[in-house]
């Protein structure tokens, strides 16, 4: 079983940076993608990005240039370095993670970006 927990969400004024993290415990080793997806207010949520294994990853239109997705698999955390933040930006960021058996989210944390 896997487990994540989120950490680095806050407040920040547009134009702003924040890096999140995500810390895997449990079979990590067993994880073949690990993604972010957001949750605005009043909305579904919504995928923002995602790494391979392999290290090949995708962004959404939205955030492409201004976030950047990375993994370090020594400490089994991912990150997300948030860049030029806009308020649409808003949202709760949750991490995910799947194994050959399993997809796991982690709790949230709240990212706000108002001035």
């Known amino acids: 079983q896997v487990q994540l927990v989120e950490s680095g969400g806050g407040l920040v004024q547009p134009g702003g940076s924040l890096r999140l993290s995500c810390a895997a415990s449990?079979?990590?080793?067993?994880?073949?993608?690990m993604a972010w997806y957001r949750q605005p207010p009043g909305k579904q949520r919504e995928y923002v990005t995602h790494?391979?294994?392999?290290?090949?990853?995708n962004y959404a239109e939205s955030v492409k240039g201004r976030f950047t997705i990375s993994r370090d698999n020594a400490e089994n955390t991912m990150y997300l370095q948030m860049n030029s933040l806009k308020p649409e930006d808003t949202a709760v960021y949750y991490c995910?993670?799947?194994?050959?058996?399993?997809?796991?989210w982690g709790q949230g944390t709240q990212v706000t970006v108002s001035s």
């Open positions: 790494i391979m294994s392999n290290g090949y990853t």
């Open positions: 449990g079979s990590s080793s067993s994880i073949l993608r």
């Open positions: 995910n993670a799947n194994t050959p058996k399993q997809s796991v």
